[in-house]
């Protein structure tokens, strides 16, 4: 990483561009950093037998979620998470160079749009890596393949373009892995972490905020090690997960923070048992949906591989199957995925029901294109040409909650 970096400063400069909008560096102010010496909760040690197990205790019921929309997308189009009418998209490039492209999908219409059709980055080796976007802001990753150096872009967005000049929100080197971030409303929230394997492995991570049209990003927490998840925003809120207690072992703390006060608010915590590492983390309502993709010897109940709902103080409903990808809902409704299919369940009336994979994408899997609070559940997949055999097309669902 560009030591600069880690200084106050705020300069821009312009880069060529493409036929994307020239990029602006953006400088990094310290601002109201948390850091893992804050006072955190206590871990949470949960018995087996404390928490209800959805699939034991809840009845089985027939689906109610009827299909709302559906699309066919040609192959090689990865949709990502996003909040609202508008579904970042990772698109194969028609030729060699560039090698991916930035799209979106319009919820409200089914048309996909090229939002960046090339790297800002030049070289043969960049590629576009990861998007992420909301109705006003996208942002994406581009990765040098060949150094392993990265940056991170973001510009207006509106009606399915780019409606203003792009700025680089922070670059990196193969010391550092590609951040990992999210995008809501006018704000992206990131997070730079050293890479396991380089030489930068016992540094601190940071998360970062920045809002659209602001020429400084504000640096908001400080983990004494790497985050365990990637940042999730569901509703007003952010969710992390960053080392705690750290003078006294191994301790992550799924905490929800405000979006509308700059996270400077920590609405909730979950501090996990000692060397119990979430897998995935977010929020729906004032209910965490955690998952863990593996049992411990130790921990409690939330050692165990699963999903959980609920709270350190209000207890937890458990998902007794392999996590995959992150959970969604509304209200009392939560939506996780399992390995071939979803369960929709209804922790108020007590009950689950099962969604299937999209006909013909079982090889390939269905996955969510929707992440913590939502009323309108996402899903894509590849399928399989009926008669050949071999993948056709992307499937896009939409589902109201």
């Not at 709302?68 to 990772?90: D, K």
């Not at 991170?152 to 680089?168: K, M, N, R």
């Not at 009950?351 to 309108?376: F, H, I, T």
Request: charged fraction near 20%; include cysteine.
């Amino acid at each position: 990483m560009r030591a600069p970096r880690l200084t106050r400063r705020s300069f821009f400069k312009t880069a060529a561009a493409g036929s994307v909008a020239a990029a602006a560096a953006i400088g990094v102010l310290s601002g109201c950093t948390h850091s893992g010496d804050e006072e955190t909760s206590e871990p949470v040690v949960v018995d087996e037998d404390s928490a209800e197990n959805i699939i034991d205790t809840f009845e089985s019921v027939d689906l109610t979620l009827a299909e709302e929309g559906s699309w066919s997308l040609p192959l090689g189009n990865v949709l990502h998470p996003a909040e609202g009418t508008w579904i970042p998209v990772t698109t194969a490039g028609s030729s060699a160079i560039p090698m991916v492209k930035a799209s979106a999908l319009s919820l409200a219409s089914g048309q996909m749009v090229e939002v960046v059709p090339e790297p800002v980055g030049k070289g043969a080796t960049i590629v576009i890596y990861d998007v992420r976007c909301s109705d006003y802001v996208f942002a994406w990753v581009e990765l040098d393949l060949q150094s392993r150096a990265w940056a991170l872009y973001a510009a207006p967005f509106s009606g399915g373009a780019l409606s203003g000049d792009a700025v680089t929100l922070w670059e990196g080197d193969a010391d550092y892995d590609p951040a990992p971030f999210a995008v809501a409303g006018r704000v992206v929230v990131w997070q730079v972490q050293p890479s396991t394997s380089g030489t930068r492995t016992t540094e601190s991570s940071h998360c970062y905020l920045w809002h659209l049209g602001d020429s400084e990003a504000k640096s908001v927490l400080e983990s004494p090690g790497r985050f365990a998840t990637a940042p999730t925003v569901s509703g007003d809120a952010v969710v992390l997960t960053p080392r705690v207690r750290a003078d006294e072992g191994t301790f992550y703390g799924v905490t929800a923070y405000s979006l509308s006060d700059d996270l400077e608010t920590r609405l909730d915590q979950l501090v996990m048992p000692q060397n119990v590492r979430p897998f995935r983390a977010t929020r729906v309502g004032e209910r965490f949906m955690v998952s863990v993709e593996a049992s411990y010897s130790t921990g409690g109940l939330l050692g165990q591989m699963g999903t959980y709902v609920g709270t350190a103080d209000g207890g937890f409903f458990r998902l007794n199957r392999e996590p995959s990808e992150l959970g969604c809902g509304h209200g009392d409704v939560v939506i996780v995925k399992s390995l071939a299919s979803y369960f929709v369940i209804d922790l108020a009336k007590r009950q689950y029901a099962v969604l299937g994979s999209a006909d013909r994408s079982v090889d390939y899997g269905d996955y969510p294109a929707r992440e913590g609070e939502c009323d309108l559940f996402v899903t894509y997949a590849t399928v399989k040409d009926a008669d050949t055999g071999y993948p056709a097309t992307v499937s896009v669902r939409t589902f109201r909650l």
